[in-house]
């Protein structure tokens, strides 16, 4: 297939032998269908479904620029925050101060203060925008309390406002590959449409990868849509990741239903074992964050929400009733039965590894490509701590406006010829075979198999990472030793992916991928752990069990075939509170 301007801006699509035109389209309503794949148009394109696209996408329309917004799921009913309610870092502004040095003082000084302040009031003052569109925050006297929402609400407020300025959203079509430049900058991606069978690709000045982090497929409710897409495609075309120690985010569950982690209603619950025996849990009347883990690694544990006050009940039970399903379902009463507890791992999404972000609009190593969200890395905001719940609430509303603009500042400075750039497409591993070379088949952009007998196990592949981050013993308390034989593991695995890819449906081709995108993570991941000798946060070394200050530094990683660490120092003094600062950009070197 060849696509052609003409005079008149008219786009000109012939058939790659210079057989029969398919059509021709007015440009600015450049939607052009051949008769194997969908080829669209637009000056930004938005990649995700969650809180951090819909903000990306809507402030990117509001620069005046076309924007796409392709989603894995159906946006607004995908992802971690449509599944339930959330808080949102959202303090009035006299007590900015207060939850600013909190979270520095969270983040073990490898937050930046300057980041978290412009968090939160950006988060602040965008609020307010969410009520004008419709959504019902809760009264007080008279005022909104703007301190939570109910994500399906929330995320149908978004997706209605996303259609009244004019975005095009394509639901149930996952992105797999970026589009690169000549130049190196992107271009825009590939993906393919599951209701359709078949393959689009999207032409675009500027990219916003606001897909969400890694969980592992670990059933986490609204997390399978989580599964490492945008890092891969990101360091495929030339990006970094920063933090991916930090992946290894675990959340309470109950073992009878384990997907829904909302630990809120646990901090109400005596914690015992098989014989009944109470194994206290807390310190200083909260609990223990590293309780949990260590207790289910000697055996099972028990909860029973018997601290909860009536007050506590009506407020944990109206705001967390997600979590009061399973009890219903089962007809249990959790504030006197006992019921078994277990942790999921969330990895990522409510970690802090990402893609590493290099300016205030959110954009990375690669011209044109933005980062937002639960895809971005969060050490700003949180260091190597969780930033679950409101911080990465408000981390998805403020970097999806920051990387909506700046991509579409960004679309316009490459003027009316963005989309006729030369471009390549940058994925490789899950979609070719490295083997097979030659013109890549049009119906799913991808080289014809050589024999179906070469092709790798998607499904294999997956569990196969998952034997290797689920365990607590190997994933939660990390050593040199066992990361270095998950890494062995992994790098088999990782040498399977390189394979033959199944391409028969378009499933075929998502589940490749994505078996592909979990290996990946899970080698940067404990990569990365392996390189920082500390025990800091949520990154747990029992052969480096305490915290080192002189590794005040990011790790970047990256790397596909041989991967690499690298230490970006901290240069900023160590923050005091109040922790305000007015400087305008990271300082972060080299080595």
Not at 397 to 416: E, N, R
């Amino acid at each position: 297939m060849v696509l052609k301007m003409q005079s008149g801006g008219f786009l000109r699509v012939e058939a790659a032998d210079g057989g029969k035109e398919i059509c021709d389209c007015q440009k600015g309503e450049k939607e052009l269908l051949t008769e194997n794949e969908l080829q669209l148009f637009a000056d930004v394109l938005v990649i995700g479904g969650g809180p951090a696209a819909a903000w990306a996408a809507w402030a990117a329309a509001s620069q005046g620029v076309k924007v796409i917004i392709v989603d894995k799921g159906f946006l607004g009913t995908s992802g971690a925050a449509a599944a339930s309610g959330n808080g949102i870092m959202a303090p009035s502004p006299e007590n900015w101060d207060k939850v600013l040095s909190e979270r520095y003082r969270i983040g073990k000084t490898l937050a930046n203060s300057r980041w978290i302040e412009r968090v939160i009031e950006k988060t602040w003052l965008s609020l307010p925008l969410v009520e004008d569109w419709g959504y019902r925050f809760p009264k007080e006297n008279g005022e909104s309390v703007r301190q939570s929402y109910y994500g399906p609400e929330y995320m149908r407020v978004l997706r209605k406002n996303l259609l009244r300025v004019g975005v095009q959203i394509f639901d149930q079509s996952p992105a797999l590959e970026l589009l690169l430049a000549d130049d190196g900058s992107v271009a825009g991606a590939r993906g393919v449409q599951r209701q359709h069978h078949r393959s689009y690709t999207v032409r675009a000045g500027a990219v916003v990868l606001a897909n969400g982090g890694c969980a592992f497929l670990s059933k986490a409710l609204g997390c399978n849509t989580n599964t490492g897409d945008g890092l891969l495609m990101a360091v495929e075309a030339g990006g970094e990741l920063s933090s991916m120690e930090a992946s290894n985010h675990y959340a309470i569950s109950t073992a009878f239903n384990a997907t829904v982690t909302r630990g809120v209603p646990f901090g109400w619950a005596s914690y015992t074992d098989e014989a009944g025996n109470d194994l206290g849990g807390y310190i200083d009347g909260r609990r223990d964050p590293s309780f949990l883990p260590n207790a289910l690694l000697k055996g099972s544990v028990y909860a029973r929400l018997d601290k909860a006050t009536p007050e506590v009940k009506a407020v944990i039970e109206k705001s967390h009733f997600i979590s009061f399903l399973p009890y219903k379902k089962a007809d249990i009463d959790p504030y006197t039965e006992r019921v078994p507890v277990t942790l999921i791992l969330e990895g990522t999404v409510r970690g802090t590894g990402g893609i590493r972000l290099t300016d205030d609009s959110c954009g990375t190593k690669v011209p044109g490509l933005y980062a937002a969200g639960d895809a971005a890395s969060r050490e700003f905001l949180a260091g190597l701590a969780s930033g679950g719940g409101g911080p990465n609430a408000a981390w998805a509303i403020s970097t999806g406006q920051w990387a909506g603009v700046g991509a579409a500042t960004f679309a316009k400075s490459l003027g009316d010829r963005a989309n006729e750039r030369v471009a390549r497409p940058a994925g490789q591993v899950g979609l070719r075979s490295p083997t097979v070379g030659g013109t890549p088949s049009p119906k799913l952009g991808r080289s014809p198999s050589p024999s179906p007998s070469s092709e790798f196990d998607s499904e294999a592949i997956v569990r196969g990472v998952q034997d290797q981050m689920f365990p607590l013993e190997k994933n939660y308390l990390r050593s040199e030793q066992g990361l270095l034989d998950s890494l062995a593991k992994l790098e088999t695995l990782w040498q399977q992916v390189q394979g033959n890819p199944k391409q028969d449906t378009v499933r075929d081709v998502e589940f490749s991928r994505r078996a592909a995108a979990l290996t990946a993570v899970a080698r940067w991941a404990y990569f990365s752990a392996l390189h920082r000798t500390e025990t800091r946060s949520e990154h747990i070394r029992m052969d480096y069990p305490e915290t080192d200050p002189n590794q005040r530094y990011y790790q970047a990683t990256g790397g596909l075939e041989r991967l690499w660490v690298r230490r970006d120092w901290i240069k900023d003094a160590i923050a005091t509170p109040p922790a305000l600062t007015t400087q305008t950009t990271p300082s972060v070197s080299k080595l």
